[in-house]
């Protein structure tokens, strides 16, 4: 018998991993502690072998942080505080046994043994067996709540001694020291815990500070930012750094045997029993000579019986145990009467390990035959809902490693790669639930706007892994999308490969889309194809080739309108069958690339520099398969030599004038409006006067006039004729040497 989570309205037992903020996963009632005889599954022996194998497998890094936490791996000691006038011990686990002189009272759990062995030399028994049976009606959630109020009741009749000083400290029952995890005893360290501190200001407590540091007294408030620091107040370990105190106490705990290391984790044995009737029956029976025995393997699989009624109990039986015609039985040890076990299997039980039976399903020998399990395992990729994290995968990977180390399967791990997806939410922004009235149902969406409309949104919402909130407005536009498809036909040419000018798109647009497709990044990809129709609507024409690409790559999108557009074009055989796209990586680089460069002596930026994006023609760059930095540089170098010559003076813009009209409105870094250039476009000067004295700013009269000014004036005038401050001097020329000219490129 121990304490489980009970749900109040399934009636039945939970697993710690079924209660979600102090609710049942399924249902959502509250869940309370309740003292049932279970069966349990030895999860906890492989807790270590559950850590160490998510080094070997392909999981999203958050799969393996959850996982990791769950099962909570510490490192720390086990200590003995001995109980005055008494042989029993109260042994704790801690994790900072370098703080033991900082240790001043402690704290046992409702359910501690060490209760009902001493009750009766207990001078507040009544008071203290009212106090468990209120923490006997709270779940494990709502006792180690952070934010709740401390409660708790001092045992009068006890007190504990510590073990590294000898003082007398008392001991406290508590409802946030849980029996289930470590020993169900903690020391208190009130001056480096926030919940001790707590409890201590509450009831009275000293708090004495062990890690130096805390801006103010420990006694105003608790001082938590402790993983380094200095000892002190804790005599041989004065002086000692965080790391080296452990060290030096561990070795002492040992040699005086009041302690050893040790390792926790905070996984719990997984609770196997559940009291309905759907569920697997558990194949085991109980004789009062034989105790539980389970049942022989021929009798496997061992079926439900029929019942009348499904309901739980509310006794905590469950319905099965009625059926005494199925309960009552013989023991197959020695011919006895016996009864069955009533409890059935979780849903997990199946789920567990069904991967497994898909390689080999109509065995009738087997699980599965030897060969089969060689060939498909491991499961190559899993993809499922992060709450499943700690529920199914954690369950069917410890499942995995057990008949592993039977010999039954061949690998160590059930599946290579894990991934998750995110959830669609409501339209505000919460989980769709019909409390709330923002569920949304596909059947109502395929009706209004088509099947591969629902498809495109569903994927276009946004990354795979994070959520978004349905938006009716977005579905809408995934329809006009697919209609602008579906128009395509209208400007289709006979063409059978791709037009010169969109050869570089298509190789791009295809490796794009399968590289996004295989990494799960589907709103990339069909952004992307969005790219490259409204390139074929800016030149009102399709060729048959490029028509013939892109409905393949669109198809795992919308594949109702690309296979009839496939069959309507023309093509040979079903699109679904037809070969995916393939690109030439060389023909993926741009003809014309655009780079960033900085202009020297265009002070336009406070950092000293002008950052432009100048479009260059690789025509030198030709045959290369890589293009590397320098090949740009000496293109780049070529054009603007090619367009500077004969314009040696200040006129810049005359230089600008004959790279390209389209780079000039890729210049960035200027004031927003129309004067883009390194100059004004409005009346007045168009060019950069010569003159300027060394420390004198470069500026612009509202008429577009460029004059020089005083480095020190208080304001400015930038390009577009907007004051700007001295400090931020934006869009503003440092003169050159005096006299000199204004060099620009």
């Known amino acids: 018998e121990m304490p489980i989570n009970w749900c109040t309205s399934c009636k039945v037992g939970l697993a710690n991993e079924e209660v979600v903020n102090g609710v049942c996963e399924r249902c959502g009632a509250p869940v309370v502690r309740k003292v049932k005889s279970e069966w349990m599954l030895k999860i906890t022996d492989y807790a270590e072998k559950l850590i160490e194998g998510l080094d070997h497998v392909d999981y999203i890094e958050r799969v393996k942080v959850s996982q990791k936490n769950w099962i909570g791996k510490s490192q720390g000691a086990e200590v003995d505080f001995s109980i005055k006038g008494k042989e029993d011990k109260l042994r704790v686990y801690t994790t900072r046994c370098d703080t033991l002189f900082g240790v001043t009272y402690m704290v046992v759990s409702p359910e501690h043994p060490i209760i009902d062995k001493y009750k009766d030399e207990l001078k507040n028994w009544d008071a203290i067996a009212a106090y468990r049976d209120e923490a006997a009606k709270k779940s494990d959630f709502e006792r180690t709540e952070l934010a709740k109020d401390k409660t708790g009741v001092c045992i009068q009749g006890l007190t504990a001694t510590n073990p590294v000083n000898g003082k007398e400290i008392p001991v406290w029952v508590s409802d946030y020291v849980l029996m289930t995890y470590g020993t169900g005893a903690i020391m208190a360290v009130p001056a480096h815990d926030e919940r001790d501190w707590e409890f201590a200001k509450k009831f009275g407590m000293p708090i004495i500070e062990v890690v130096a540091g805390s801006p103010v007294s420990v006694e105003e408030a608790v001082y938590t930012d402790v993983a380094d620091g200095t000892l002190v107040n804790s005599d041989f370990l004065n002086g000692l750094s965080v790391a080296e105190a452990k060290e030096k106490i561990m070795n002492y705990l040992e040699e005086k045997g009041i302690g050893n290391r040790k390792t926790n984790y905070k996984l719990r044995d997984w609770v196997f029993s559940r009291q309905r009737y759907w569920g697997e029956p558990i194949p085991i029976v109980h004789c009062d000579k034989c105790g539980y025995v389970p049942i022989d393997e021929s ?5 439900l019986p029929n019942v009348e009624s499904y309901m739980p109990t509310d006794t905590g039986e469950s319905p099965l145990a009625a059926m005494t015609d199925w309960v009552n039985t013989t023991c197959p040890c020695c011919g006895g009467p016996a009864k069955r076990e009533t409890d059935t299997m ?35 990729w899993y993809n499922g809902g992060m709450e499943h994290t700690t529920l199914h995968l954690l369950y069917s990977r410890f499942w995995h490693k057990f008949l592993y180390d039977q010999g039954v399967v061949p690998t160590p791990e059930p599946y290579q790669k894990r991934t998750s997806h995110g959830m669609i939410l409501g339209s505000n922004g919460e989980k769709m639930s019909k409390s709330r009235g923002n569920v949304v149902n596909p059947d109502d969406i395929v009706q209004d706007y088509g099947a591969d409309t629902l498809r495109t949104y569903e994927m276009f919402i946004g990354a795979f892994d994070l ?13 006009r999308f697919l209609e602008r498809v579906w128009k395509l036909q209208d400007i289709l040419t006979s063409e059978e490969g791709y037009s010169a000018d969109l050869e570089t798109k298509m190789h791009q647009t295809i490796k794009k889309v399968s590289s996004d497709f295989e990494n799960l990044k589907y709103n990339t990809a069909i952004a992307a194809m969005m790219s490259l129709i409204n390139e074929f609507y800016k030149k009102n024409s399709i060729t048959r080739g490029e028509y013939k690409t892109l409905l393949p790559l669109l198809n795992p999108v919308a594949p109702h309108i690309t296979e009839e557009l496939w069959q309507t074009a023309g093509f040979e055989g079903r699109l679904y069958q037809a070969a995916w796209p393939e690109f030439e990586e060389e023909k993926t680089v741009e003809s014309v690339v655009e780079i960033g460069v900085q202009v020297n002596g ?3 930026t406070p950092d000293g520099s002008r950052k432009v994006n100048v479009r260059v023609p690789t025509g030198a760059l030709a045959g290369k398969s890589q293009v590397s930095e320098t090949d740009l540089d000496d293109a780049l170098k070529e054009k603007v030599n090619s367009a500077s010559e004969g314009n040696h003076s200040h006129n810049n813009k005359a230089v600008l004038d004959q790279i390209e009209q389209t780079d000039l409105d890729k210049l960035d870094g200027i004031a927003a409006g129309a004067n883009k250039y390194v100059h004004p476009t409005s009346s007045g000067s168009k ?11 470069l500026r612009w009269s509202a008429d577009g006039t460029a004059v020089w000014g005083a480095d020190n004036d208080t304001k400015y005038t930038d390009m577009s004729g907007a004051s700007a401050s001295a400090a931020g001097k934006a869009g503003l020329v440092p003169a050159p040497a005096a006299g000199g000219q204004a060099k620009y490129l």
């Open 299 to 303: 009798e496997l699989p061992l079926q």
């Open 346 to 380: 979780p849903q997990w039980a199946g789920s567990s390990w069904y991967y497994l039976r898909y390689t080999d399903p109509h065995n009738d020998k087997a699980l599965a035959s030897p060969e089969a399990l060689k060939y498909w395992l491991p499961v190559d």
């Open 467 to 479: 959520s978004a909130s349905w938006s009716e407005e977005g579905v809408k536009g995934c329809r």
């Open 602 to 604: 265009s002070d336009l």
């Open 687 to 697: 060019h950069i006067p010569t003159g300027g004295a060394s420390g004198q700013i």
